[in-house]
């Protein structure tokens, strides 16, 4: 139980396009997902809070416009990256909540997407 | 503000040895979760273990095994006879509050054994 998925595993775009990463909950509700970044040899660091049905919460110094988050179902968060640029290049990584245990503080991680940007 | 330190970047150890990855946590609450992922070459978070902030008796799981010490605000994790299969970054990390939703990971130790 608790499998979170990431769609796709790596994507390699074009300097100027946009690129959207899924992120799933198979098998669990979760109101709350999160987006991390990781850079080569850096540890993970939030970029935002995925709410259901609300706006993103974005942490200090991620841009909004940039990274657009939409949490339209219990089970779907989507992490659009516009107009990338090479140093958007990083590995993204999602994370869920379940509802039915949230007092455990427990984060489901998905496997991750390698974003390359040329 | 919470905070976690892994002081060690780098460990090498050949293969057998034994290994202890230090974490040290921040937080003003009492209620409190730590956990320890591993992260191999892949790239996919492998959860190892979660330890709350009531429970400080050690755990021991197979070739791994915990030390929760509230007194030192630390949660270190050891290795016993280290395997080459071990070879990846081990992340500490802290989950403060009821309920609380947000994650403070340390910036990891990348362990290499060697054969």
């Known amino acids: 139980g608790a499998v979170v998925s990431q769609h796709p595993s790596w994507v390699i775009c074009k300097s100027g396009t946009s690129v959207k990463i899924e992120c799933r909950s198979l098998?669990?509700?979760?109101?709350?997902m999160f987006w991390y970044r990781q850079f080569p040899k850096q540890s993970l660091m939030l970029m935002a809070t995925?709410?259901?049905?609300?706006?993103?919460?974005?942490e200090q110094g991620v841009e909004k416009d940039k990274f657009l988050i939409n949490h339209a179902s219990l089970t779907l968060s989507t992490l659009t990256v516009t107009s990338a640029h090479p140093e958007d290049s990083s590995f993204y990584i999602c994370?869920?909540?379940?509802?039915?245990?949230?007092?455990?503080?427990?984060?489901?991680f998905g496997p991750g997407t390698r974003l390359t940007v040329t | 503000a919470q905070k976690v330190t892994q002081a060690q970047t780098e460990i090498s150890v050949v293969e057998k040895e034994d290994v202890t990855l230090d974490c040290v946590y921040e937080?003003?609450?009492?209620?409190?979760?730590l956990f320890w992922y591993k992260q191999p070459p892949s790239g996919e978070l492998v959860f190892l273990i979660r330890?709350?902030?009531?429970?400080?008796q050690n755990e021991i799981s197979g070739r791994y095994s915990w030390n929760f010490q509230k007194s030192t605000s630390s949660f270190n994790f050891t290795i016993t006879a280290s395997q080459v299969v071990d070879s990846a970054v081990y992340f500490c990390a802290l989950s403060a509050g009821n309920y609380g939703q947000n994650f403070v990971f340390g910036p990891g130790t990348r362990l290499s054994v060697l054969p």
């Open positions: 994370s869920a909540r379940d509802q039915g245990r949230l007092e455990f503080n427990e984060q489901y």
């Open positions: 098998d669990f509700q979760a109101t709350t």
């Open positions: 330890r709350n902030s009531f429970d400080e």
């Open positions: 995925s709410n259901e049905g609300s706006k993103a919460t974005y």
């Open positions: 937080t003003r609450d009492t209620t409190y979760y």
